[in-house]
């Protein structure tokens, strides 16, 4: 059974620093990996999918690495904001499964 | 694109009441899912609907739990009787490919 974490559980930082955020699994045979944000009292927003056969995805700020062997995944936010303050989860899945979310990295970035 | 809509909002009920969600996937969204999401855990997949038909229910508490999905279209999800341990958020999502998802914005359930 598919076991997701992540560490740490929460994170306060300065604006302007770079950071970085860790999801690990269980079980390396996973199709994709996928890292959300969530805001109080919303639902979930995709930032970043990356594919088994991909080892990491930017978008903007957002730099995310897939290591399928060791069965971890680094989500990197450069230049942190204010705005950046939310939850992030990552969520893997098996072939043709559904997606397994890890609790969360509680992120307030402090003006 | 609207999003996915979800009602109500918030819902404050004893316990061994019955409650329901009702969730409005985007349009043309075939695939449909119930989360439930306890305070500091990630979103646990209660149940998935392709059209209306169900393809995943293996974590529905069956015992006390309810989903159905009407014409593929909106969906209702119930708790009957609810326990302390439901309290959580319900948050229901549709996706069109892959694995894109749209989440909408969750129901706040608190049991006491």
């Known amino acids: 059974k598919q076991e997701v974490t992540q560490i740490p559980a929460a994170l306060s930082v300065p604006e302007g620093e770079n950071l970085v955020l860790n999801c690990s699994f269980t079980d390396s045979a996973i199709y994709n990996l996928q890292w959300f944000r969530q805001d109080p009292g919303k639902g979930l927003t995709s930032l970043l999918l990356?594919?088994?056969?991909?080892r990491e995805q930017t978008s903007g700020r957002l730099n995310a690495s897939l290591d399928k062997s060791s069965g971890r995944s680094t989500l990197y936010i450069a230049a942190s904001q204010p705005g950046d303050s939310a939850t992030y989860l990552c969520?893997?899945?098996?072939?043709?499964?559904?997606?397994?979310f890890g609790p969360g990295t509680r992120l307030s970035v402090l003006p | 694109e609207a999003g996915v809509a979800q009602s109500p909002r918030y819902k404050i009920i004893e316990k061994r009441q019955s409650v329901a969600f009702w969730c409005n996937p985007i349009s043309g969204h075939a695939t449909l899912y119930w989360y439930q999401q306890i305070l500091g855990q990630g979103p646990k997949l209660l149940i998935q609907f392709q059209n209306n038909g169900v393809v995943d229910d293996s974590q529905l508490p069956k015992d006390r739990f309810s989903a159905e999905r009407l014409k593929g279209v909106d969906s209702t999800l119930k708790i009957q009787p609810a326990k302390l341990e439901d309290s959580a958020v319900y948050l229901c999502?549709?996706?069109?490919?892959?694995?894109?998802?749209?989440f909408g914005s969750g129901t706040r359930l608190t049991v006491v």
């Open positions: 969520a893997v899945n098996g072939y043709g499964q559904n997606f397994v």
């Open positions: 999502a549709s996706r069109i490919d892959r694995d894109v998802y749209t």
């Open positions: 990356i594919q088994s056969s991909q």
